[in-house]
């Protein structure tokens, strides 16, 4: 389990609604201590394809980030109207654990 899911389960009580929060208040709200490199570098806060743990979290509540103020320590996440299904996420994720498999199996 991811130590982003939280993250994730959060973003889903949001219910689609848009949300400016502090990164204290985002903290507190999922009970994770943001590491370092969230309150120092934008790449933390990449929505890309190739994303990190805690995007795909994001990413799995439908949600993308923008208004990323590293300063004032605010991230805005909005509803990704682009998200896929929960029954796409789904078929992704099976996806993805095939391909790590077989990757992890091809190393031996």
Not at 39 to 63: D, I, K, L, P
């Amino acid at each position: 389990m991811s130590k982003y899911h939280a993250l994730r389960d959060f973003l889903v009580t949001c219910a689609g609604e848009e949300l400016a929060i502090s990164f204290d208040d985002l903290e507190r709200a999922t009970g994770i201590t943001l590491p370092y490199a969230a309150r120092h570098h934008r790449q933390w806060w990449s929505n890309g394809t190739n994303a990190h743990t805690q995007a795909v979290a994001w990413m799995e509540a439908g949600y993308r980030v923008t208004d990323l103020d590293l300063k004032a320590g605010t991230v805005r996440f909005v509803p990704d109207a682009g998200a896929p299904s929960a029954a796409g996420r789904e078929r992704f994720d099976r996806v993805h654990r095939y391909e790590h498999r077989k990757s992890t199996r091809s190393r031996r």
